[in-house]
C-alpha cells in the first residue's frame, strides 16, 4: 500500500454544511395515511416557495400498533426555518389539518444529526447529542478507511479533486442509505436509554462503543 496515496485522499472525510431542520409527528389513526399524506402534499408545496428550502423527509410507521408519521423539513438556516414556521401560509395549512390527525409535536434542530434519528425516541425527543456524535463516528470511520484503503488506488489516477469528489460521495451515500438507518436501529435501545435508571446501561454502551473504535484503529494501522 502506498502511503502517499493515503496521505492524498484523508480529505475523503467530508464535513457537510450545517442546516436547520424541524421534525413533526403526527398522529395518524389506521385508514387516514392517504388523507394525512394529501395534507402533506400541499404543505410541502408551500414550503418549496420559501427562500433556504431544500427538502422534505417523510417516514411512515414502521410498526402497524404505532400510529406515528415522522416529517422532517430542512431549511438553509435557522433563519430560514423560522421564518417558514412563523409564515401565515404555513397557518393556514395547520388551520386545514383535519380534525382526526391534528394531533402533532415539532421540535427544532438548529444542525447536527438529528434527523437520522428522528421517529426513534418517543414524543419527537432526540437522543443526547453525544451518543448521536458517537454513532456517526462509529459509522463514519470505518466507511472513510475502507474507501481508503479500496477504492482510493482506483481513483488516484483522476486527480486528487475528483478522487476526492467520487470518495465523498460513496462515503454519504453509504451513511445516509444504509450506515446510519442499520446502525440507529441496531443500536436504538442504548440511545433510548437515558434516565438515572439505565445510566449504567448507556456507560457499558460507551465502553463497547469506544473499544470498537480502538479496535479498529488497531486494525487499520496495521493494514497500513
Not at 414556521?85 to 393556514?92: K, M, N, T, V
Amino acid at each position: 500500500m502506498n502511503p502517499s496515496a493515503l496521505d492524498a485522499n484523508h480529505a475523503l472525510l467530508n464535513v457537510r454544511g450545517a442546516r436547520a431542520s424541524s421534525v413533526i409527528v403526527h398522529r395518524v389513526p389506521a385508514g387516514r395515511a392517504e388523507r394525512f399524506l394529501e395534507w402533506q402534499r400541499g404543505i410541502t408545496r408551500a414550503a418549496e416557495v420559501f427562500s433556504g428550502y431544500q427538502a422534505t423527509d417523510e417516514y411512515p410507521p414502521t410498526d402497524s400498533r404505532q400510529p406515528n408519521w415522522v416529517v422532517v423539513v430542512h431549511f438553509d438556516n435557522s433563519e430560514a426555518l423560522q421564518r417558514w414556521l412563523d409564515s401565515p401560509e404555513r397557518a393556514e395549512w395547520i388551520a386545514k389539518l383535519p380534525a382526526e390527525i391534528a394531533d402533532f409535536q415539532l421540535k427544532t434542530l438548529s444542525a447536527g444529526f438529528g434527523p437520522w434519528f428522528a421517529g426513534l425516541v418517543d414524543h419527537g425527543s432526540f437522543p443526547p447529542h453525544w451518543k448521536m456524535f458517537l454513532i456517526v463516528l462509529l459509522g463514519l470511520y470505518p466507511t472513510v478507511m475502507l474507501l481508503t484503503l479500496f477504492l482510493s488506488p482506483h481513483t488516484n489516477r483522476f486527480g486528487l479533486a475528483l478522487a476526492m469528489l467520487i470518495g465523498n460521495a460513496a462515503s454519504v451515500a453509504f451513511l445516509e442509505w444504509l450506515g446510519m438507518p442499520v446502525m440507529s436501529r441496531l443500536l436504538g435501545p442504548w440511545l433510548r436509554a437515558n434516565g438515572r435508571n439505565t445510566r449504567a446501561f448507556s456507560l457499558v454502551g460507551l465502553a463497547l462503543m469506544l473499544a470498537a473504535l480502538g479496535a479498529m484503529t488497531f486494525v487499520f494501522h496495521l493494514a497500513t
